[in-house]
């Protein structure tokens, strides 16, 4: 069983930035492939970004460019820094890990979410 619990989130004026923190225990991290998801009110959950063990990075086109996803594998964290922040990145923001390191089975254990709020 994993457990993960996101930080970071929080009220911010467009064009600023935040870092969101996911730290995970109760499984060999390195090994596991994790993510960043969001949902916005009235609308369904989207990926956000993801890493494989081996560093591996793919993101959605709304955010190639401004947020970039990374880990470490000593802290057991995986960490989201978002840059140029627009009030179309406001949604509540999901760590998300895989069994294994398999990026495709990302959803098999969840964060309770981190509230990210982008005033215009």
């Known amino acids: 069983q994993v457990q993960l619990v996101e930080s970071g989130g929080g009220l911010v004026q467009a064009g600023g930035s935040l870092r969101l923190s996911c730290a995970a225990s109760g499984s060999t991290f390195s090994n596991n492939a994790m993510g960043w998801y969001r949902q916005a009110p009235g609308k369904q959950r989207e990926l956000v970004a993801r890493i494989n063990p081996g560093g591996n990075t793919n993101y959605a086109d709304s955010v190639k460019g401004r947020f970039t996803i990374s880990r470490d594998n000593i802290k057991n964290t995986v960490y989201l820094q978002m840059n140029r922040l627009q009030p179309e990145d406001t949604a509540v923001y999901y760590c998300?890990?895989?069994?294994?390191?398999?990026?495709?089975?990302?959803?098999?254990?969840w964060g309770q979410g981190t509230q990210v709020t982008v005033s215009s």
């Open positions: 998300s890990a895989a069994r294994g390191s398999n990026w495709y089975r990302l959803g098999d254990y």
